[in-house]
């Protein structure tokens, strides 16, 4: 009996041993050859072919390797671009605006025209920003402005005639990016200046600082410059928008300072920002400041990034803010205005130059009883355009065009303003 079975049992090891070696054997072998393969294929081009290179696990190797296993590759860190406006993915639909509830609306009619001046006077409240090569580029190939920043301190700022450069000094959440002695050192050298403390504090990718902690560092970096310069004139960062949420950040620093020095907030210069952007959590636009727990603010769509209405509302309802809280005594710059949203979303060259005389428009003429009183009330005392050229991602509004060596459109409508050629 047995010795039949023995050729049916000695056919059901080998099916058996080959099963096996299909199944455990077949599969490392086939892995071999596919990485032998994704080696080859990771050579560099300009080596490939080289039969006495060998093939190595380098950095390339293995970025090949991992994004044939769908797997996600390692990111180089790089700067990337602010997110102010969205993807490129325009809606083309009308203008809308939310505006946060329960809060009124500062209307129109009590702004009154305010004396026209000459080139000569007017030229000094005209200023602009970019880096300091750009600068002195544009100032070259005739663009005309009494004053101008660049986001830095200077201990010798280029010598422009009869133009002001205005110090800024930079801050973290830390405190002053640089030291107190290397402060006290181009204050020294620069007896008189306007100092400006900080860069939109209210922007997590720009100072990113809450409220409390700015009217801390704000009132180190003051003593700092007074206490070498007693002429320094100084003046609070501007917030990106002057809009019910941003107002509410710098009520929070005027009683933080309150509280912790018994006195008002000293200021020679009040500044602000006046952009037209999204105030909402994770979206485009300038975000919520550090510190604050809202989840929006103004929903802003994109079209009224240019809207003047919009632009002459929020500029009088901060002077309003700022007479109500003791200020209106005090000057007013807007040290950041202009647009920011690229070309193909709706702001071609001929939109830019003329929200730019619009705004003019308003600067020269815009006062009534919140104004500043030396200025025959009128709103604002200085204006800065965003910007001459700051090699950044936002050149929609550039005045000067490195590639020409010369002014662009803008340029040429800021030149015939400030000339009064319009």
């Not at 939310?98 to 000459?118: I, N, R, Y």
């Not at 209210?202 to 700092?224: H, M």
């Not at 909402?280 to 727990?293: F, R, T």
Request: charged share 20%.
């Amino acid at each position: 009996m047995r010795q039949k079975f023995w050729p049916l049992l000695i056919i059901l090891v080998g099916l058996g041993l080959l099963f096996a070696y299909f199944l455990f054997l077949r599969e490392p072998l086939k892995t071999t050859e596919h990485a032998q393969k994704t080696s080859t294929e990771s050579l560099p081009l300009d080596g490939a072919g080289d039969d006495d290179r060998p093939v190595t696990n380098t950095p390339q190797t293995l970025s090949f390797q991992v994004t044939q296993t769908n797997e996600p590759a390692p990111s180089t860190p790089t700067q990337t671009p602010q997110p102010i406006f969205p993807t490129r993915d325009p809606t083309g639909s009308q203008p809308t605006t939310e505006t946060t509830d329960g809060q009124a609306k500062v209307t129109l009619e009590s702004v009154h025209d305010a004396s026209p001046c000459s080139v000569q006077e007017c030229l000094p409240r005209f200023g602009t920003s970019g880096r300091q090569d750009m600068i002195v580029a544009a100032h070259k190939a005739g663009l005309p402005f009494g004053a101008y920043l660049t986001w830095y301190t200077a201990t010798s700022p280029p010598n422009l005639e009869g133009v002001q450069f205005w110090q800024l000094v930079n801050i973290t959440d830390a405190g002053p990016v640089q030291s107190t002695a290397e402060i006290e050192e181009i204050v020294a050298a620069n007896p008189g200046a306007v100092w400006i403390i900080g860069n939109e504090p209210d922007v997590a990718w720009q100072d990113n600082v809450p409220a409390a902690r700015y009217a801390e560092i704000y009132g180190d970096v003051y003593a700092i410059i007074k206490g070498k310069d007693p002429a320094a004139q100084i003046a609070i960062a501007g917030v990106a928008q002057p809009t019910p949420m941003r107002l509410s950040y710098l009520d929070d620093v005027l009683d933080t300072y309150q509280a912790l020095y018994d006195e008002p907030l000293p200021v020679d210069i009040w500044t602000i920002h006046v952009f037209i952007l999204r105030e909402e959590v994770d979206s485009w636009g300038v975000g919520i400041p550090p510190g604050m727990s809202q989840l929006k603010g103004e929903l802003y769509e994109i079209l009224d990034h240019n809207d003047i209405a919009i632009f002459r509302q929020n500029l009088i309802a901060f002077r309003a803010w700022m007479a109500e809280r003791g200020y209106a005594d005090k000057p007013l710059a807007v040290t950041e205005f202009g647009i920011l949203h690229p070309s193909d979303f709706g702001f071609p060259p001929g939109v830019v130059a003329e929200f730019m005389v619009e705004t003019f428009d308003f600067f020269m003429e815009a006062k009534n009883e919140t104004g500043y009183p030396a200025d025959e009330y009128r709103l604002v005392q200085w204006w800065f355009w965003y910007s001459v050229h700051d090699g950044g991602d936002f050149p929609t509004g550039n005045l000067y065009d490195p590639t020409l060596d010369g002014l662009t459109l803008a340029g040429k409508v800021f030149v015939a303003y400030v000339r009064g050629e319009r």
